[in-house]
């Protein structure tokens, strides 16, 4: 079963959630948040694997209890068009992946299974905005570990900045599921990334890879 944790300032929105999270047989709400400081503790003590996360919360706003959720619990963020601007941030703090609020049902539990599995879920338009904010940013800081890579770590990572599934770069790279596993775990290791999500990142802001 996953294990998912709904964490919206709205009751209603929250039910709904519910309702069509728990109608699934792999899927199971284990708690509700009202804001962000109720996640991060229900969190703690429910040990989620799927946190769903608004990101305008009061007390606490979703970017920042992100930033408080460690461990192997993955946060998927819920934005809307307006709220594209956190994209960045909310990467940074940790984020596995984004869905638009007015997504159909079946992308909400497809995202959800998807974000658990340890792939990175980013919608079309969160991308193009995300590229873009790389492209204003011209300082590009030292990534640690970057040179501890071998020749085929480095063509991995670059693949999974481009949004390649494990699927498909055993494909491009003719590689098993158990050496494209090991592959992302060394990388996850050596440069201290908590998952791909930040791994994109690291790849981008080293400029290992580059905005097209």
Do not use: C, W
């Amino acid at each position: 079963m996953i294990r998912v944790l709904v964490a919206d300032d709205q009751a209603l929105l929250r039910g709904s959630f519910r309702l069509l999270i728990d109608s699934e047989d792999d899927l199971v709400v284990v708690g509700e948040a009202a804001d962000g400081r109720q996640a991060v503790a229900l969190t703690r003590t429910e040990s989620p694997d799927v946190v769903l996360m608004d990101v305008r919360m009061p007390e606490m706003d979703g970017i920042t209890a992100t930033e408080q959720i460690s461990g192997d619990t993955k946060v998927l963020i819920l934005t809307t068009f307006d709220l594209d601007e956190y994209v960045y941030s909310a990467l940074r703090a940790g984020a596995s992946g984004f869905l638009l609020k007015d997504a159909p049902p079946d992308d909400l539990l497809r995202a959800i299974r998807v974000v658990a599995s340890g792939e990175t879920l980013l919608a079309p338009s969160v991308t193009t905005r995300l590229i873009a904010e790389f492209v204003r940013r011209p300082a590009r800081p030292v990534l640690h570990g970057l040179d501890t890579l071998t020749d085929r770590e480095r063509e991995v990572l670059t693949l999974i900045a481009h949004g390649l599934s494990n699927a498909e770069l055993g494909a491009r790279l003719r590689l098993s599921p158990g050496t494209v596993k090991t592959h992302i775990g060394r990388l996850l290791a050596k440069l201290r990334a908590r998952d791909r999500a930040q791994l994109v990142i690291s790849a981008y802001e080293s400029g290992l890879v580059t905005p097209r």
